[in-house]
């Protein structure tokens, strides 16, 4: 299922989401503009390795992506989620939040794979922490969901936490499998980064204040 939009009225432009969104896919299309040679030696100068973790990676890797499913969906969560929490959190104030969740997602990406050479990339840590966020900020929203029921789609209406926590376990059986997996499996997606900007994006929201104190009043009783 992937989510479209949320049900919350927002009273600023989700600039900074939008710039995000544009950052990594031009970033994409520079990629895929490269010959092989040239793309190896891109992603191997930004993204992360735990093995040979440089601290700027935690950075550069949040705007490299694998492939084309990779950015359209990271990109699809990024718009649904980001707009709510930037609006709550003001522009830079959104900004920070996110580069620390993707830092905080790498982190711990980094803590259960410590020898891994597997180059890992993507924004999907720093978003995995927007939706830790709204699941605490947000959580009588609703989610428009696009939902595919065997050869059916449809359009839903989710309660958020229910989306959210839906995508968190998931992660956490999937990391858990994770563990297991062998050196010639290595390569996939990084569960624990995900649970890691989760848990640091709910960390964060807890201790940052929104950016007037009308919307404090107006996500109180939303």
């Known amino acids: 299922m992937f989510p479209l939009r949320d049900d919350r009225p927002t009273r600023s432009e989700p600039i900074v989401t939008i710039l995000l969104i544009a950052a990594c896919s031009a970033v994409f299309l520079h990629e895929i503009l490269l010959d092989e040679f040239s793309r190896s ?4 100068k930004y993204a992360m390795v735990p093995a040979h973790l440089r601290l700027a990676t935690l950075v550069t890797s ?5 492939g084309w499913w990779h950015i359209i969906g990271n990109m699809i969560f990024l718009w649904a989620f980001g707009r709510s929490i930037e609006d ?3 522009h830079m104030n959104f900004l920070g939040f996110y580069i620390l969740c993707g830092i905080g997602a790498g982190l711990v990406h980094v803590a259960f794979n410590f020898y891994s050479r597997t180059p890992t990339v993507g924004a999907s840590g720093a978003i995995a922490g927007i939706m830790g966020a709204y699941l605490l900020r947000f959580p009588r929203a609703h989610i428009r969901t696009l939902l595919f029921i065997v ?3 449809t359009v839903v ?3 958020a936490p229910f989306f959210v926590l839906y995508w968190f376990i998931t992660q ?3 990391g858990y499998g994770s563990i297991a997996q062998t050196r010639v499996n290595e390569a996939g997606t990084a569960y624990f980064a995900h649970i890691g900007g989760f848990l640091t994006g709910m ?3 807890s201790t940052m204040g929104t ?3 009308y919307l404090q009043v107006r996500e109180d009783r939303w």
């Open 62 to 66: 949040q705007f490299v992506h694998a």
């Open 172 to 174: 956490v059986f999937n």
């Open 211 to 213: 950016r007037k104190r």
């Open 88 to 90: 709550a959190l003001g």
């Open 41 to 44: 030696y891109f992603i191997d």
């Open 203 to 205: 960390l964060l929201i």
């Open 151 to 153: 050869i059916f789609v």
């Open 157 to 159: 209406d989710i309660p």
